[in-house]
Structures are given as C-alpha cells and as structure tokens.
Nanobody, 124 residues
Framework: QVQLVESGGGLVQAGGSLRLSCAAS????????MGWFRQAPGKERDFVAV????????YYADSVKGRFSISRDNAKNMVYLQMNSLKPEDTAVYYC?????????????????WGQGTQVTGSS
C-alpha cells in the first residue's frame, strides 16, 4: 500500500517562501513520476508541477512558473516543492501525488495515489 505524507505548509506573507515535502512509501519510488496539485475552497483540484521518475524532466502550471520548483531525492523517497514569491492566490491545500507512469503529466486522472494534503495560506 502506497502512503504519501506531506509536510511544510503554513501561513506566509505575500512574497515569502515555503518548502513542502512529501515522504513516500509502499512501492518503488524511483519508478514513478511525482506531482503536486492544489485545491482552493470551492474549486477543482489543479495541477501545480510534475517531475519525472529520474528528476530530469519537470513541468509547471503557468501560474507558478518561475516561482515554484519541484525536486526529488530518490535515495530518500522524497519529493519537494519550493515555493517562492508567494501570492494570496496561492492559498490552497497542496497535495502530493504519485503518477501511474514514469514521465508524468498534468491530469489528475493520471495519478493513483494521493497524500492527505497540507494547507498553504498566503496573506496579503
């Protein structure tokens, strides 16, 4: 059984930074792409970033490009999301997810395991 546990969320002023972490267990971590998604109250879950199984390829939503950075450490079964220049509109619950594939894509349906989420609140 795959388990994904996010940490690192919190309240941060506009322009500040946070680093989210996701610890994975249960199947060969290095075989699968990993993604970050977010969901604001009353809205659908949106794609944020994805990283391929070996960390070579990354892809970002336009709304976070240039501000957020996804990375992974396959030796530690960890994936990270560095968030800089945070804006109030970044406020959401952030979810870590494991893809069914090694390359990953932005579609929610392509991910079969999800963490419980961590709240990020950007204050103005």
């Amino acid at each position: 059984q795959v388990q994904l546990v996010e940490s690192g969320g919190g309240l941060v002023q506009a322009g500040g930074s946070l680093r989210l972490s996701c610890a994975a267990s249960g199947r060969t971590f290095s075989s699968y792409a990993m993604g970050w998604f977010r969901q604001a109250p009353g809205k659908e879950r949106d794609f944020v970033a994805v990283i391929s199984r070996n960390g070579v390829s990354t892809y970002y939503a336009d709304s976070v490009k240039g501000r957020f950075s996804i990375s992974r450490d396959n030796a530690k079964n960890m994936v990270y999301l560095q968030m800089n220049s945070l804006k109030p509109e970044d406020t959401a619950v952030y979810y870590c997810a494991q893809s069914r594939s090694s390359w990953g894509d932005p579609e929610v349906k392509s991910y079969d395991y999800w963490g419980q989420g961590t709240q990020v609140t950007g204050s103005s």
